[in-house]
């Protein structure tokens, strides 16, 4: 008996041993599998962030050199200094113009031009990196970028773009560092947003004293001084044209696939040491199922948050534009809908919206949703009209469509400058257009849904929006909600509530909602509900001003805002009074600023109105300071900050950026109708 003991207790030892090794081997195996495979990710991610910082940074420096080929054109002087004037206006380091020949014959840079001895600088006879741009002497529209390296002539560092001149040669802008990321910053903080990295992980972007430019996962942060990921993650960071770029991952995502397999694994091989098949098939079965539901669980999570990453999830998305307004939102009926909208700039002076729907639900329906979006996207980005982008879309969702599944989409691509919209239907809800105080649906015969059928010509319509005007979109999801006794919500049901509140601003699509929710009263959600609205507020009106850091010019500044704001209703003038009095005083009283300006911007339709207000004082941005407890005594609070708070909470929006020396607080209100 003792033996049997002893035996058992040996074997049980070792059984337990092994399973241990097992275990431990199995997790480090995995866990150096999943290092490897989250790097290798980042490695990829950076390539394709190379290309797409590289052509974003080409593409704002050819239009600047374009600039300044127009300004030559129209006669702007050559000489050394009004190529220096030039340059700084055009926020670049160096102007240069060559002939057919390659020869530089003008500057901003005099040691380029001949003199005291030296011949001018020759793209020929240089040689080397610099032969590269006498591509542009050879045809008319051309145009050539260099990266960012050492300079032929000087040694200094410098990114060169060129375009060709009419008459021959060409015309060619330099940039350093410091230019670059002044040019391109902008651009480089909307590229980034919502880039998912691996589901959970993302881009972060600073500036090279760590100034966070634009963050992936909080916004917020964006502002603020960058701190290096800890061990929690697995990162890596790259200087790209001038920008601090990181791409990270956090370890909690491997973590877990690490340690289901390794649990698996070591599962499998107790139970093999063991010898009870049927208790180790009993257990392999119920962990499989568990597994499985949990990874279709995960599968649909990870799909959901490349869903909700590929739609825009920042309000207001384009705060420096306030000729218009755009608000939405998506309220998937599952865990992945087949629903979208999107909207972004076709040109200078267009915008293009729309809302979509495709037929289906869960992962296929977002696949499809997702090829959707991007065709039509890459089509209209380009400049093409909206029918052939439709066209084209159709065309290449049609290919291949075996499971005969189909989108309906309503577009329209706005002109700014005149309020005109041009419009496709493709098979989808009529929007509902407001102006002044009328709703009314824009009903127009409707094309066929995007992939139902090839050889479709889409039909454009058009109307011309007041400033004012707003534009509802919508999806079935909306309109077709059933109560408990089967009525739908209905168009008719829908307006008048649109209707009722027509002075509602953001608010509208969160009372569209609770009110499709009270209809409902507890039943399913039955579709996918899509909302989006646009407000076209026009060409706004400007008055500018300029001070001096005085006390007196502060009631002056005073006196000719409240004249501007005449119009303006009483209560909101007396709230805008306020806020800019108490950013006025501290502009004088703390920021060293030597002058500072006021711009007042009214919508020509008389709804609101914005403030931006610049100075070159220090840096300072008041969106960043913590707000004081006002929960505390006023003996009890911190002394100051309850300007800067009042201004927050009584202004909407409010923004600030620091550029090119100047701090740009830009403050509004919007005041109903």
Known sequence: MTAR???????????????????AFSWFLHNHLSRNDAHKLIDRTFESVEDEVGDCVNERLVRQCMAVRERLEDGHATDVRALQDLARELRVTEISIADAKGDIVASSVPEYLAGEGRQAFSFVTAGGQAEDMMCLVHGPDTEFCQPLRSNTANGVERKFVGVWRPEGGFVEIGCD??????????????LFRNWRVGGTGGIVVTTPTGLVLSDYDEPSREGTQWQDPDWSFYWQKREIEGFMTYVMIPKISAAVQRDVLVVATAALNGAALVFVAL??????????????????????????????????????????DTRFDIMASMEAAREVGGDFYDFYFTAQDRVLVLVADVSGKGVPAAMFMMRAKTL??????????????????????????????FVTVWAGELNLHTGHLTFVNAGHNPPVVRSGNRCEYLKTRPSPALGAMEGVEYRV?????APGDALYLYTDGIVEQPAPSGELYGEERLLGLLSRNVRQRGEILKTVLSDVRRHAAGAEQADDCTQLVLRYRGEPDVVAHEYAPTLEDVAKAVDELTAALETVPVKERARLLVAADEIFANIVRYSGATRWSLSVELDHHPDGV???????GKPFDPLAQRDPDTTLAAEDRAVGGLGIFIVKKTMSPVTYKRR???????MGKDYGD
Request: aromatic share 4%.
């Open 279 to 320: 208790l180790v098939g009993f257990v392999i079965s119920a962990f499989v199922r568990r597994q499985m539901r949990e990874q279709a669980a995960k599968e649909l999570a990870m799909a959901k948050d490349i869903q909700l990453s590929a739609l825009p999830s920042v309000f207001p998305p384009f705060p420096d």
């Open 610 to 616: 914005r403030l931006v207000i610049t100075d070159d």
């Open 177 to 190: 560092k410091e230019s670059l990321r002044s040019l391109a910053r902008s651009s480089i903080v909307d």
């Open 461 to 465: 319509d058009d109307i011309t929006l």
């Open 376 to 405: 039509i996207k890459s089509a209209a980005q380009t400049g093409k009209p909206l029918a052939q982008v439709f066209n084209e879309a159709n065309e290449a969702l049609c290919e291949g469509n075996t499971s005969s599944t």
């Open 660 to 666: 090119s020396g100047l701090n740009i607080l830009k």
């Open 5 to 23: 003991r002893s035996l058992n207790l040996k074997v049980a030892i070792s059984v337990l041993a092994a399973f241990v090794v097992s275990m």
